[in-house]
């Protein structure tokens, strides 16, 4: 009987406030100089005390409700212990016994079957201080100290990589649409814990927790080998510790950093400084109203609207800005430019623009409206295809509208049969020898005569009527033979 694995993720994010979750330090560490952001409250000096960030609060439970959880109607914080090299008070305050939010659940959908992952919890706690290791010492900055994070633990109900990474895109594309999280890993936004057993079907493995993973690849990565090395060790009668792992990048292994801790080791007792809240239900009415309208339930009403492939409604509504700048782009299209061909550019083309210059859709110069004005040349002949991609280019580095490009580059279509048939003519007498073979039937060579009248008028001849007179051409000279 093949071994099965079960998986359990715990994620970290931080939220998006201006100030720290129990100080009114500035959040915005990222590019500050070490040390530059702090306060008696961050270095956990004697008589100062926290006040809660409101906002964060707001976030999370915002968060609760996407997660279609039950929002407490009293929550409190509480001091887990534990050896923190990076809080100097010892100690971290979090959430244990009342979190904010509990019972919910988030739908993915692997190999076209839908799951609903249980959320546990969503609590908040405060971010540690950054340790860098140097040779024979430890710095420590502590602006990250006491930034708001919010813990999302599921239940173990994943039971392959392929449903983890599902899980952790889409819970990463829920908090964007939210505004509470930037989801930028390589800044540490968002950072993963997974919990991986491997045990037969209908036993007991023993859970084994893979900390402090900064990427998706990386939450993949260990997993897949962590489950192989549990499953070797059970193949050959051996017995799986439950310990704390962390993961080497460089050698692509898991390593044993300790035994793995249970809630009492943590000490958790309710903070003293810190006084319970109680949410107001009329309060938490206002956050439902608020929610937006989520990634998978965008994606299904674009299938729906629009006739959209669930692969491309997925693409679109992977981020909100996206999302935004489609339906921006389908209410300003006019008549003959359709969703899909807006899905079809937005997601291929100027995909491609913004892959290859590292660029957001929020940095593209690029208006909706200007995007359906250049389709809109393309779906009436006014420009080719090939063309239009040209011009897309041009409007992606300058900004300028398409009309502007086109005129400037003299990029209009030619669709005069007047003006198109000389071309015709002058591509037959170069090329005798092609001439020749599509007058004796064999008419795959239409294709390289096709592309001597593209080549000739810069690509934009109008594709239907070149193929046309180069029909005609061949026809009269059959006849006259």
Not at 25 to 45: E, K
Not at 48 to 77: D, H, K, M, Q, Y
Not at 176 to 191: I, P, Q
Request: net charge negative; charged share 30%.
């Amino acid at each position: 009987m093949p071994y099965r694995p079960t998986i359990g993720m715990e994620v970290h994010a931080q939220l998006l406030t201006r100030s720290k979750m129990f100080c009114g330090c500035s959040a915005d560490y990222w590019a500050a100089p070490p040390n530059s952001q702090v306060c008696p409250v961050d270095l956990g000096l004697p008589g100062a005390l926290p006040v809660i960030n409101a906002r964060a609060v707001e976030a999370t439970v915002l968060t609760g409700l996407a997660l279609n959880c039950e929002i407490a109607s009293v929550t409190r914080f509480d001091r887990k212990n534990y050896p923190y090299p990076d809080l100097p008070k010892g100690y971290q305050i979090s959430q244990y016994e009342l979190p904010l939010c509990r019972n919910g659940w988030l739908e993915i959908e692997v190999d076209g079957e839908r799951r609903r992952i249980r959320i546990r919890r969503v609590h908040l706690e405060e971010d540690t201080a950054k340790l860098t290791h140097v040779e024979g010492c430890s710095l420590l900055d502590f602006n990250r100290a006491g930034v708001p994070l919010m813990e999302i633990v599921s239940e173990p109900d994943m039971h392959s990589v392929d449903e983890v990474r599902e899980y952790v895109t889409q819970l990463r594309s829920v908090l964007r649409y939210l505004g509470v999280n930037s989801g930028d890993m390589e800044k540490g936004a968002m950072r993963f814990e997974v919990n991986v057993s491997v045990a037969r079907e209908g036993e007991r493995g023993t859970k084994v927790e893979i900390k402090n993973l900064n990427s998706f690849r990386a939450v993949t990565r260990s997993l897949e080998y962590e489950i192989a090395r549990q499953t070797r060790i059970l193949e050959r009668g051996g017995h799986v510790e439950q310990v704390t792992m962390g993961w080497d990048e460089d050698r692509e292994l898991t390593f044993e950093q300790r035994s793995k801790e249970e809630a009492p080791d943590y000490r958790y007792f309710p903070d003293p400084d810190l006084p319970p809240l109680t949410l107001d239900p009329a309060w938490v009415d206002g956050l439902r109203a608020r929610l937006p309208e989520l990634p998978r339930a965008k994606a299904e009403r674009y299938q729906r609207e629009y006739g959209l492939s669930a692969y491309d409604a997925g693409v679109l509504t992977a981020e909100r800005a996206v999302a935004e700048f489609f339906e921006a782009a389908v209410a300003a299209a006019p008549a003959g430019v359709d969703a899909k061909m807006i899905s079809n550019w937005l997601t291929g083309e100027l995909f491609r623009l913004m892959r290859a210059r590292e660029r957001s859709i929020e940095q593209v110069p690029i208006t909706p409206r200007d995007l359906v004005a250049l389709l809109e040349m393309v779906a009436a002949g006014r420009l080719t295809g090939a063309s239009g991609k040209e011009v897309l280019e041009e409007m992606f580095v300058t900004g300028r509208p398409p009309a502007e490009v086109v005129a400037a580059r003299g990029l209009a279509q030619i669709s005069d049969e007047a003006a198109l048939r000389p071309v015709v003519e002058k591509v037959l007498e170069e090329n005798p020898g092609p001439l020749a073979e599509l007058l004796a039937g064999k008419e795959p060579v239409l294709r390289f005569l096709m592309g001597q009248v593209m080549r000739a008028t810069r690509g934009q001849a109008n594709p239907q009527l070149a193929q046309r007179l180069l029909q005609e051409a061949a026809e009269r000279r059959r006849r006259a033979s």
